[in-house]
């Protein structure tokens, strides 16, 4: 008795059951399709979260987070790297020299890029030695030109281990051309797979190798790679040891190399989270036709009211009240129903594999082979917000055309 008049009579019709058991269905029919819309946005926006979270893991723990190179080859590398573990936000630092090349196998040839590393210090800053499929890093040894390559790269060519192949990298010379092509051969020592396309090309070498193939001296490497805590912090963090180092350093972070890459993926997310947001308002705005027809039922009640002396402001506020608790229902009911779906979408995946005898996600085929969800509350509470906003505008409308009648239009309802 304590309620509002429009909350009172607004939830009252949302439970009443009536004459025209029509306008029941259409009502049950808007709170699932709400809810549906909500649930799939929820569930596909995970995904889209998981894959984002295994290529960021896989993709961001094989390159380097951040590099301090020098201008010129660095003599001393790990007096560099010492200073910069003084950061707070630096793990840990190998040295790296990386160089572009094409790799040539028995007439077939592919682009390469060849990373030369220290084979004791890299697993402090990269998840290659957690992948390798045949070999292991410790097999190169310097002066030996072994090479790691990439399964992908392996699957092309044919290669096993200890098959030997031939890398041409570029290098300038005083003749017409500026640039002569430099061969150098060798030998493959193990194989690593970390399911992305880093597998077809991406090489390593032993540092010392990438010196004597760039034509310095013994222990000297482009730049020291480090490994942050917090890898978004990456561009704030190399510009400030640069800052420290002075002009003949310079750094370089993942956004510059990889930037690209996660931004279209990021892009990907936002236009199908918007394009499924269109179904959750086709489902909000079939609150539109519901209401509508229960004015249309309720005409001579809200006749009765305005003669009672209800507002119009009261009658238009009743089925804004309505409205609202369907919206509210199904957006309800669509959180709860994503959520739960979302937790357990890799294992439902799994179970219609196993039932089906069909693997969905082929590991021939695409670089993961499951489907990885990452539930983020946020957006969550987004998607439920604006799937309740699409619901209340909804009612808009009807309510208004409610407030319009006038008391004397109360015979003709009757």
Not at 102 to 128: N, T
Not at 175 to 195: A, C, E, S, Y
Not at 373 to 395: K, N, R
Request: charged share 15%.
């Amino acid at each position: 008795m304590f309620r509002p008049l429009a909350v009172f009579i607004g939830a009252r019709y949302t439970r009443a059951k009536r004459r025209n058991h029509y306008i029941s269905f259409i009502s049950l029919t808007s709170m699932i399709g709400l809810a549906l819309g909500v649930l799939a946005m929820i569930v596909v926006l995970s995904v889209m979260n998981g894959f984002q979270k295994e290529m960021s893991a896989r993709v961001l723990g094989m390159v380097p987070h951040a590099a301090i190179a020098g201008v010129q080859p660095l003599d001393d590398w790990r007096s560099l790297a010492r200073m910069a573990l003084d950061h707070p936000q630096v793990q840990s630092a190998a040295p790296l020299t990386e160089l572009e090349g094409m790799l040539s196998y028995k007439g077939a040839m592919q682009p390469i890029q060849v990373q030369g590393i220290d084979p004791h210090e890299e697993p402090k800053v990269s998840i290659v030695a957690g992948h390798m499929e045949q070999g292991r890093l410790a097999d190169l040894l310097p002066g030996e030109f072994g090479v790691v390559i990439g399964e992908i790269t392996a699957r092309r060519f044919g290669l096993q281990v200890g098959d030997k192949l031939t890398l041409i990298v570029p290098e300038l010379s005083d003749t017409t051309g500026g640039i002569t092509p430099r061969m150098q051969r060798l030998t493959v020592v193990g194989l690593f797979k970390v399911g992305a396309e880093l597998d077809g090309s991406l090489g390593l070498i032993h540092v010392a190798d990438a010196a004597q193939l760039m034509r310095w001296q013994p222990g000297q490497v482009q730049s020291v790679r480090l490994a942050l805590k917090d890898l978004y912090q990456a561009p704030q963090v190399a510009a400030g040891i640069v800052g420290e180092l002075g002009a003949a350093y310079r750094a370089v972070d993942w956004t510059q190399t990889q930037g690209s890459l996660f931004s279209a993926m990021q892009m990907e997310k936002t236009m199908i989270g918007l394009l499924l947001l269109l179904i959750v308002a086709v489902a909000a705005f079939n609150i539109v036709a519901t209401l509508i027809m229960v004015v249309a039922d309720k005409g001579a009640d809200i006749a009765i009211l305005r003669t009672l002396g209800a507002t119009p402001g009261q009658i238009m506020a009743i089925f804004m009240v309505q409205g609202s608790v369907i919206g509210a229902l199904g957006t309800l009911a669509g959180g709860v129903l994503g959520v739960v779906a979302a937790l357990n979408v890799s294992e439902l995946i799994a179970w219609l594999e196993s039932v089906s005898g069909r693997q969905i996600l082929s590991s021939d085929i695409y670089f993961v082979s499951y489907l990885p969800s990452d539930l983020q509350m946020l957006d969550v509470a987004l998607v439920c917000t604006a799937a309740f906003i699409l619901s209340f505008l909804a009612t808009l409308y009807p309510s208004w055309r409610a407030a319009r009648i006038q008391p004397a239009e109360a015979l003709r309802y009757e």
